[in-house]
């Protein structure tokens, strides 16, 4: 969690707000079987819209770039999502089992 400075201009007078960058991964722990595939949804807050795009990488299987992964070998393996214009993250785990 990084904490970043926004500075808001209201007619003449500056503002400083001082926003906490949050980053949540929806779930954040999973048990599937080889082969099944998930959707994960990131939550980023604290940040304008603009900047909460996310990157997705995962330890082992396939994470998609709009979060959707499969499991492509038996295991624990953890997604994580990560605020492009921060760097801040959230990992989920994933437990991969032989059907």
Known sequence: ???IWIVVMVGLAIIDVLATVRVSIDPNVVSLD???QR???EKVTGLPSSERMVDWS???GDIRPAGLYTAT???TCE???TVRSTGDSA???VIVSAP
């Open 1 to 3: 969690m990084k904490r």
């Open 34 to 36: 080889l082969w099944q």
């Open 79 to 81: 997604v994580t999502a």
């Open 91 to 93: 990992t989920a785990l």
């Open 39 to 41: 959707h994960f949804q």
């Open 58 to 60: 995962a330890t082992c």
């Open 73 to 75: 070998e038996v295991g």
